[in-house]
Structure formats: C-alpha cells, structure tokens
T-cell receptor, first 114, second 115 residues
Framework: AQSVTQLGSHVSVSEGALVLLRCNYSSSVPPYLFWYVQYPNQGLQLLLKYTSAATLVKGINGFEAEFKKSETSFHLTKPSAHMSDAAEYFCAVSESGGYNKLIFGAGTRLAVHP | DTAVSQTPKYLVTQMGNDKSIKCEQNLGHDTMYWYKQDSKKFLKIMFSYNNKELIINETVPNRFSPKSPDKAHLNLHINSLELGDSAVYFC??????????????FGEGSWLTVV
C-alpha cells in the first residue's frame, strides 16, 4: 500500500530564509508525486508534480522539489521565503497507473515571520 | 471560469438532517472524486467515479451516497448527519489520458458544520 510521511507538522522560517518541507513516500510501483498548497479557508492548489520525467521539478511561486528514489523522498524547497508562502502544504502520492487516487500526507503548516 | 465548482461553499445544519453537496467540472475530465478533510487537516479519499461509474469506495458510512448523473457532475448526499461529519469536503477531477496525466484538480471545498 502507498503512504506518505511529512516530517514536521509545523515549520517556521524567517522571511528570506530557505524553506525545506520534507516528504517521504512508500510505493510498490513507480509513483507520481505531488505537492499541494492550501491557503486559509481555501481549496488545494497544485504546486508541482513528478511524473517520471526530470527528477528536479520546478513549480509555481518559486518552489521546486527533487525526486530521490534511493531515499524515497520528494522534499519541497524554496530558496527565499516570502510572507505570502504561509500556508498548509500537502505531499501526495498516486500510482502511475490505475485510477490515480491521491494518498495525502498529514500536511505541514509553514509559518513565515518577519 | 472555475474548473471544478462546488456548492454550497458553507453549510451549517442540525444533526439528523439530510444534505447534498454538488460538484461540477468543466474540464472534460472522465474521473471525479470526493475527499474529506477533517478538523486536523487530514485529507482522505471517499469516492471516485469514472465516466459515471463508481470505481473507488473507501470505508465510508452508507449514510454517504454519491451520485453522478453525467461525467461532468458528482454530487454527494449525506443522510442523518452526525457531529462527526463536520469537515471540509473537496470535489476533484482528473483526465484519464493526455497531459497533464496524473494531475488532480480540486474544487474550493464545501465547509460543512453539523450542530
């Protein structure tokens, strides 16, 4: 069965600092991996996805993630945090075939302080 | 134009009532989903339909009944609402083929509060 573990339910960074949100996955088949962002009282917005092409994936708002099969990881990074990045971030995995249901991690709340 | 739209966005209702949440997607996608986000923000799939056919039914109480009148719509009906049903319900859809394969698009969510 597939699963996702997000290390750290809360991450706090200073504005301008590096953002690193950790995600490890478990999958018996080649996975598709996703990062979604949820701003307060809003829906889920796709930040980026890995679908077996380039292992370094660039997304919106300056975020990127690197797929590392050997570490079963798909960590999300951004070189310089902005106040507007404060939100809940979800890592998700789905099978590369089938009906692609998403299995979500528990989420990481990112706080950005001045 | 909103790609995946849900109504209502906010719903407050009493225990024991029956309520429905509607979802429509204008993306031409074949597969639609309902996800539930609980008070701790945890997201879990409830149902999935492919071209009006139920394909995923996770362990959900049978008080919850999805209905897909056509492949662009997936509604969620909930009978005999309980306090524990309070959550945010997200509708989503994805294409069966073609780019961006694998991407699932979410609606804005429906905030259900049972009192």
């Amino acid at each position: 069965a597939q699963s996702v573990t997000q290390l750290g339910s809360h991450v706090s960074v200073s504005e301008g600092a590096l953002v690193l949100l950790r995600c490890n996955y478990s999958s018996s088949v080649p996975p598709y991996l996703f990062w979604y962002v949820q701003y307060p009282n809003q829906g889920l917005q796709l930040l980026l996805k890995y679908t077996s092409a380039a292992t370094l994936v660039k997304g919106i708002n300056g975020f990127e993630a690197e797929f590392k099969k050997s570490e079963t990881s798909f960590h999300l990074t951004k070189p310089s945090a902005h106040m507007s990045d404060a939100a809940e971030y979800f890592c998700a995995v789905s099978e590369s075939g089938g009906y692609n249901k998403l299995i979500f991690g528990a989420g990481t709340r990112l706080a950005v302080h001045p | 134009d909103t790609a995946v739209s849900q109504t209502p966005k906010y719903l407050v209702t009493q225990m024991g009532n029956d309520k429905s949440i509607k979802c429509e997607q204008n993306l031409g996608h074949d597969t639609m989903y309902w996800y539930k986000q609980d008070s701790k923000k945890f997201l879990k799939i409830m149902f999935s339909y492919n071209n009006k056919e139920l394909i995923i039914n996770e362990t959900v109480p049978n008080r919850f009944s999805p209905k897909s009148p056509d492949k662009a719509h997936l509604n969620l009906h909930i009978n005999s609402l309980e306090l524990g049903d309070s959550a945010v319900y997200f509708c989503a859809s994805r294409p069966n083929s073609g780019p961006p394969l694998g991407s699932i698009y979410f609606g804005e969510g429906s905030w259900l509060t049972v009192v």
